[in-house]
């Protein structure tokens, strides 16, 4: 999930350094870019996200280097020969099996384990498939069709779908009744691995 983070983060890191508009916006067809690159808040948004990358990228190295001892105890699809010490991936398609490999695997580990009580879990597991579709959330049909609920609280609580937040997903899965995430998750499953 570091890698995801890191090949995002560096992208738009990018785009911003330049004053370009990143790719993931051109369809918004923001007119005051060039405004927003020479004011006050484009400073605040990018050197904080400089500093996310640097820490990420300090994460990832220290993961890597714990993990490259036992890689080939993993029993993780696609996993293995994806596993580099480096980001040279320019396109999501081109790491996207190995890293859904990787979020279906901890999901099973998630679901099969009888220790963790199954509200907990629950909450795991949505937060597991809003990494597993990363490349899909900030669409909002995919977001409106695969977290209804969510939506619902959104709505429930006055709250504005403008694009996807992660702050609101996080307090909307900590205050879901078990059931809803029950409901929510079958249709993810149903979505996602019924294929």
Partial sequence: MLRAFLFYGDSLAHALEVKQLPNELQQYK?????DFTESREYLIILNPLKYEIMAGRAEFDDAYAQICPVINQFRIRNFVDKFTSTITETEFEQFKVAYRSTTSHVFKLVH????IESHLKNKIKMRLFCCHMINRIFDPAETETNFQYYIKWLNRNDLPYERFDFVNFKKWILSETKENLDKNIILLHKIFFSK
């Fill in 30 to 34: 923001l007119e005051r870019w060039r």
């Fill in 112 to 115: 099969e384990n009888k220790t």
